[in-house]
């Protein structure tokens, strides 16, 4: 009886795992022959309302701002949503950015983005969004404005890590580098869509607008659970592909301690059971509908987190000693193309050594995940936001970066 429940077990995790990990295999491997590229041009066609979404902490955006001031881009206005911060006078004057300071708290990412609508001073056809830690390199503004001009409505941008100062920051850096191939490059060259990040994202004013304000009127006061997940799904049910512009780079602040990463991750992890089921609909509508951009997205947002099925494969492997030998064999097969997988898509990410180098601790990163779960609900109830504190500039960030 035992090993006949230890047989079952098995061969649901196979499946389940086969299912996750095979195709992205097969996939990164075909797109690895592919490309997509658009040329640089001189001709700017986009007006961009740039909104920096600021919470508590004024001092950490000057970088950020400063970063877009000196675009190679002319059309653009930046609106920095200062929500419970704290100051007097912004320390930046600039014709091209406005500074808000809402009289009452809003506690909200939505709610701060329209907010930004609201004190728009033109109209403006594309709306880009960024974390208050966020750093855009000079090209960032062109490089959209290429994929905006080749007709796609939503563009995500290259998000990269802005610090690699601790393990856990490494470790999230990784995660980074592993979701930029395979979620977002691997899928927007073979056709279908990029993932959206939640910074870095470029989407039609009106469109982003009335998104917005629907979803605020369904959640009727109560915390939106990662609306950027809302918004790809969205987008995709419309029949829009996301964009993934690869050389339009975001720098952003990696989670330092593990206390960081559990309080990240609650917020992640909620979002991904929130809208699992969602995902599932738009990859069988996608089948059903022949649809290759809603099946294929809707496959890639239906995957588990990592460390969910790093745990399911540790336990396959474990339960396959005492199954067969060809269980063990067919288990050591499915763990290779996992493996090939993950390492194969932080090399073609570009990760550095570093990242590499603290995956050996990924243990604990694991741990804090875990920790996470046990909180899920709280992200429910609870506007979390994880401190930033690296306070650097964009000259200074790809000085450093040129010279390792």
């Known amino acids: 009886m035992i090993y006949f429940l230890?047989?079952?077990?098995?061969?649901?995790?196979?499946?389940?795992?086969?299912?996750?990990?095979?195709?992205?295999?097969l996939a990164m491997i075909i797109a690895s022959y592919q490309r997509r590229s658009f040329k640089l041009f001189t001709q700017q066609t986009s007006d961009f309302a740039c909104v920096i979404t600021a919470y508590k902490n004024i001092e950490i955006t000057t970088n950020l701002v400063k970063s877009l001031l000196e675009q190679h881009y002319d059309k653009f206005h930046i609106y920095l949503v200062a929500d419970q911060c704290d100051f007097d006078t912004y320390p930046i004057d600039d014709s091209r950015l406005t500074v808000l300071k809402p009289a009452t708290s809003l506690s909200s990412k939505v709610k701060a983005i329209l907010y930004g609508y609201s004190h728009f001073v033109r109209k403006h056809d594309t709306v880009v969004v960024f974390d208050p830690d966020n750093l855009a390199v000079p090209d960032f503004l062109n490089e959209i404005d290429n994929y905006l001009r080749a007709g796609y409505i939503a563009v995500q941008g290259k998000r990269t890590a802005k610090n690699l100062?601790?393990?856990?920051?490494?470790?999230?850096?990784?995660?980074?580098?592993?979701?930029?191939?395979?979620?977002?490059?691997?899928?927007?060259?073979?056709?279908?869509?990029?993932t959206i990040a939640g910074s870095g994202m470029a989407i039609e004013a009106t469109f982003y607008q009335d998104f917005l304000q629907h979803e605020l009127e369904l959640s009727k006061g109560e915390v939106i659970v990662a609306e950027d997940k809302m918004l790809q799904i969205h987008l995709?049910?419309?029949?829009?592909?996301i964009a993934y512009a690869d050389k339009a780079i975001v720098f952003d602040e990696k989670v330092a301690t593990g206390e960081q990463v559990t309080r990240q991750r609650k917020r992640w992890l909620n979002s991904f059971f929130l809208h699992y089921v969602q995902a599932i609909k738009l990859m069988f509508r996608g089948i059903v509908k022949l649809n290759w951009n809603q099946t294929f997205f809707g496959y890639i947002i239906s995957i588990p987190p990592m460390f969910i099925l790093g745990l399911s494969t540790c336990l396959m492997l474990f339960i396959s000693v005492f199954v067969s030998l060809k269980a063990v064999g067919l288990a050591v097969l499915i763990v290779g193309m996992f493996i090939i997988t993950y390492f194969g898509s932080l090399k073609a990410a570009g990760a550095p050594k570093a990242v590499f180098e603290a995956l050996s601790k990924i243990h604990l990163f694991v741990f804090r995940q875990l920790s996470a779960m046990l909180g899920l609900k709280q992200s429910n109830k609870d506007f979390l936001v994880t401190e930033k504190t690296k306070n650097v500039g964009i000259e200074e960030l790809l000085n450093n970066t040129n010279n390792h």
């Not at 230890?6 to 295999?25: E, T």
């Open 6 to 25: 230890l047989k079952v077990v098995f061969m649901s995790l196979v499946w389940v795992l086969s299912f996750y990990f095979i195709p992205p295999f």
């Open 236 to 241: 995709v049910n419309n029949g829009k592909i």
């Open 165 to 194: 100062d601790t393990v856990y920051a490494c470790l999230d850096a990784a995660g980074e580098f592993y979701y930029n191939h395979t979620q977002r490059f691997v899928p927007f060259v073979l056709g279908s869509s990029a």
